[in-house]
């Protein structure tokens, strides 16, 4: 199922990329895409894994820019 999350504190075009990367790596996840400029991140996540999964997103996005985090 395709969502859309905005990403809240995120400064740099480069960690974005980094993040789209990890965030399309994690398990669950078929297709991710950063739009830097509007900050926000679209996904698809298989629906029956979507609580823990976005806890594994936050978890990427944060490791890569402190305090930054998805919100929907």
């Known amino acids: ?21 990890a965030v399309s790596k994690l398990p669950f996840v078929e297709n991710a895409q950063i739009n830097f400029l509007t900050k926000k991140l679209n996904v698809e996540i298989a629906e029956e894994h979507f609580d823990e999964t ?6 990427a996005v ?11």
């Open 62 to 72: 944060s490791r890569i820019e402190p305090g930054c985090k998805i919100v929907r």
């Open 54 to 59: 976005v806890k594994e997103i936050n978890k």
């Open 1 to 21: 199922m395709k969502y859309s999350f905005k990403i809240s504190k995120i400064d740099c075009p480069s960690c974005a990329d980094r993040m789209e990367m």
